[in-house]
């Protein structure tokens, strides 16, 4: 089966501006995670869907940090604007939905973002 | 906050060597961990995994080693190969949410 797709995979941009990711789940998968990833640490969540509802986002900067997933599918990350600090990989993933209990899951490639 | 963390940033082994990988946890509500494999350029990629209520698990070349009394995670990989140079972590699963909480990870080298 096709894996998470994520684009695009390298992005540099300039303080201040905006930026935009993209992630397409495994098929079937109803639960889609957000991961920010700074180099030499582990990937720390942002943002977690349940088809198209958040279950958490505790940890997303909202006064900078945007995510959407509409019609529970596809879902994008944005970032308004971008500080130094959120140079990083942008990981996405997803499971299956089981309530209440743990399911594996799979990670896209990431998006390496620089911010100058 | 409660987080999961590793012992030792870097490992180097000789290929063919026993390799082993450790973790420690402070959470006590999670209820399964995971070993992820991270590449460079890739994202992290699924190993093994332990339920809270087991203490070992086995798969192919990779054993996970669990113990709640002390919060210590470890995985032991048999007879390294090149290929299994990457960075390690561990993952805790709070129960009841669904939420993976990553470690810092660990670099395995693989000398020839």
């Known amino acids: 089966e096709a894996g998470v797709a994520q684009s695009p995979r390298y992005k540099i941009i300039e303080k201040r501006q905006s930026v935009a990711f993209w992630c397409n789940p495994i098929?079937?998968?109803?639960?889609l995670y957000w991961y920010q990833q700074i180099l030499g640490q582990g990937p720390k969540l942002l943002i977690q869907f349940q088809n198209n509802g958040v279950v958490d986002d505790s940890q997303l900067p909202k006064d900078r940090f945007s995510a959407e997933r509409l019609k529970g599918v596809d879902s994008t990350l944005k970032i308004q604007p971008a500080k130094l600090e959120d140079s990083a990989v942008y990981l996405c993933?997803?499971?299956?939905?089981?309530?209440?209990?743990?399911?594996?899951?799979?990670f896209g490639p990431g998006t390496r973002l620089t911010v100058l | 906050g409660e987080s999961v963390g590793l012992h030792l940033p870097t490992l180097s082994v000789q290929e063919g060597d026993n390799s082993i990988i450790n973790c420690a946890y402070s959470n006590s509500a999670s209820d399964y961990f995971i070993w992820y494999k991270q590449e460079s350029g890739k994202g992290p990629q699924f190993i093994i995994d332990?339920?809270?209520?087991?203490d070992k698990r086995q798969g192919q070349r990779v054993t996970v080693l669990l113990n709640k009394t002390v919060k210590h995670l470890s995985l032991q990989i048999a007879a390294t190969q090149p290929g299994d140079s990457a960075v390690y972590f561990c993952?805790?699963?709070?129960?009841?949410?669904?939420?993976?909480?990553f470690g810092q990870g660990t670099r395995l080298t693989i000398n020839p």
């Open positions: 993933a997803s499971s299956q939905m089981d309530r209440g209990y743990y399911n594996e899951q799979f």
């Open positions: 993952a805790e699963n709070i129960r009841g949410a669904q939420k993976l909480v």
């Open positions: 332990i339920r809270s209520n087991m």
């Open positions: 098929s079937g998968h109803a639960t």
